[in-house]
Nanobody, 119 residues
Framework: QVQLVESGGGLVQPGGSLRLACAAS????????MGWYRQAPGKQRELVARITSDGSTNYADAVKGRFTISRDNAKNTVYLQMNSLKPEDTGVYYC?????????????WGQGTSVTVSS
């Protein structure tokens, strides 16, 4: 079973930075589509950033230019570098793996790490 363990969340002031990490087990991140989602209080979970097996990345409009997704194949870990953080970036951040089976996308989730942006 896929295991995704996030770390790196915390409390940060507006304008600050955090780097989230997602350590994967039972899968190889370099050949999977890996992503970061977030869920703010009272809102639906939304995609923040995604990286595919060929290294292509895409970002939510709200984080473009501020967040960067990357992976370290040797450590089998995916990262989310978050700069210029805003209060609206607050939420629980989840690492994900998306797998397409018979035309259906199956997403595996980590347990989440909480990010709070506040002064």
């Amino acid at each position: 079973q896929v295991q995704l363990v996030e770390s790196g969340g915390g409390l940060v002031q507006p304008g600050g930075s955090l780097r989230l990490a997602c350590a994967a087990s039972k899968i190889i991140v370099s050949i999977n589509t890996m992503g970061w989602y977030r869920q703010a209080p009272g809102k639906q979970r939304e995609l923040v950033a995604r990286i595919t097996s060929d290294g292509s990345t895409n970002y939510a409009d709200a984080v473009k230019g501020r967040f960067t997704i990357s992976r370290d194949n040797a450590k089998n870990t995916v990262y989310l570098q978050m700069n210029s953080l805003k209060p609206e970036d607050t939420g629980v951040y989840y690492c994900s793996r998306a797998l397409t089976r018979a035309g259906t996308v199956v997403i595996s989730w980590g347990q989440g790490t909480s990010v709070t942006v506040s002064s």
